[in-house]
């Protein structure tokens, strides 16, 4: 007599499944089942197969694709806040004149405000993890644990404000570690090479070495801003990184896109697991180049997908980020081949899971691993018909087509509806403070941009 297998909580079934075969290629199983038990998927298999499965819940998703959750790897939720505030300006008066004056009005509501936005933009956009570089991280920390998210977050700091800056941010990665049922990870967040000192940036090496923790900062992040610092200091923003040891460690570099030729010695001779995250639509608006994503990939370098706070990219929506991204890097190299759909598949998924650190438990449909997954509606005319489709999900699919979320096996958006955040509720209370918020009279600055 067969023994009837455990009951499960979710059974997902009908659906195509994204999946990645032993070589990491992105296939897709049609007709399939994920089993969901104890937030772990337990098995990826056939509908037919799932059919005799006791389950607690299951969802019919015939005619919908499963993806492993979406990852946007550099953000700055809580600045959904300023979203629209600063446009069409250099970056250099995009800081100086315009953001840094008006951060230095944040409270800890305003924070927490625009993180519950941004929580809601990323659900429903399918992103179900995201790594936060910000302030007043114990407020965004609560609000992931409130949302149901996950996320990798780090307390940001310069060297302006003494050691305590550091310091703090240290606090915060181990007080905080593990939090939301374990789906809060955190990291070190030094700002970036220019705003934070050698010494600083030596000792943050020091300290995510003894605690086995990842470092997020921005480095390289223009042509400009490398050209800048080889000509100050002898060295460009990765080498400086590399002088300070931080090579030596876990880091994720944001943006990037400034990484030049120089560059690869460094990289090579890196120790620590190096990666970099590109938001390619805010280095449209800022006139920069993009990150050199094959340059990378050849070095073994993961590049994770991301959107930089919607201050700057005006969105978090990372489906645009991975047609970009496909679409940017055919261009920058000439070659239509380069970046096909499922490499660019690859990027949003496996790619951005290891790019913060997590790629032992998200980014893939698999047994053992996380069950952060999405549901992405494919009857859509703008996505029939369907002849490959990968280029459907990079090319046509858009983040209003996802109607279900899920992470750790909880449903957060079902058929379109988010179950965990109040829209209206917060979007009135922060338009509310918004006057208060974008006042620039004070003339304060919370740092000043000259890189």
Not at 307 to 317: E, K, P, V
Not at 408 to 425: N, P, Q, W, Y
């Amino acid at each position: 007599m067969t023994e009837r297998p455990a009951p499960a909580d979710l059974v997902i079934s009908g659906c195509t499944a994204l999946v990645h075969d032993p070589a990491e290629r992105i296939t897709f199983a049609e007709d399939a089942a994920v089993v969901v038990r104890d937030g772990v998927i337990s098995d990826v298999t056939t509908a037919a197969a799932a059919a005799g499965i006791d389950a607690a819940e299951r969802l019919d998703a015939r005619g919908q694709a499963a993806l492993p959750g979406l990852i946007n790897c550099h953000t700055h939720a809580p600045m959904v806040a300023l979203r629209g505030v600063a446009e069409d300006l250099p970056v250099e008066e995009w800081f100086n004149d315009r953001v840094w004056p008006i951060e230095a009005n944040l409270r800890e509501r305003d924070v927490e405000l625009g993180a519950r936005l941004a929580c809601a933009e990323l659900i429903r956009g399918g992103v179900t993890t995201f790594a936060d570089h910000y302030f007043a991280m114990d407020t965004v920390a609560d609000v992931v644990a409130g949302t149901g998210l996950r996320a990798v977050l780090g307390q940001a700091y310069f060297s302006s404000q003494g050691p305590g800056g550091r310091e703090a941010s240290l606090d915060f990665a181990l007080r905080r570690a593990g939090a939301a049922d374990g789906r809060v990870t955190t990291c070190l967040a030094p700002h970036a090479p220019y705003t934070v000192d050698d010494a600083d940036l030596a000792a943050t090496a020091g300290l995510a070495r003894d605690h086995g923790l990842l470092v997020h900062l921005h480095a390289a992040e223009s042509r400009a801003q490398t050209e800048h610092s080889l000509a100050r200091h002898g060295a460009t923003p990765v080498e400086i990184l590399h002088r300070a040891g931080l090579l030596d460690v876990d880091v994720l570099i944001a943006h990037g896109t400034g990484i030049v030729d120089r560059d690869a010695a460094a990289l090579r001779a890196a120790t620590g697991r190096v990666a970099v995250a590109s938001a390619p639509r805010g280095y449209l608006k800022f006139a920069w180049d993009p990150t050199p994503v094959r340059f990378l990939s050849d070095l073994g370098i993961p590049v994770g997908l991301a959107t930089d706070g919607a201050a700057s990219n005006n969105t978090l929506d990372v489906w645009e980020s991975m047609a970009l991204t496909a679409l940017v890097q055919k261009a920058a190299t000439g070659d239509p081949r380069w970046l096909t759909a499922r490499q660019a598949l690859h990027h949003a998924t496996l790619q951005s899971a290891r790019a913060v650190g997590l790629g032992d438990r998200i980014g893939s449909l698999a047994p053992g691993r996380r069950a952060d997954l999405i549901l992405v509606d494919l009857t859509g005319p703008h996505t029939q018909p369907v002849h490959d489709l990968a280029a459907t999900l990079v090319h046509s699919a858009r983040s209003g087509d996802v109607r279900t979320t899920i992470v750790d096996g909880r449903i957060l958006m079902r058929d379109r509806e988010l179950l965990t955040v109040d829209v209206a509720a917060v979007a009135a209370e922060l338009t509310e403070r918004l006057p208060a918020l974008v006042e620039r009279g004070h003339g304060r600055r919370i740092q000043e941009y000259d890189a």
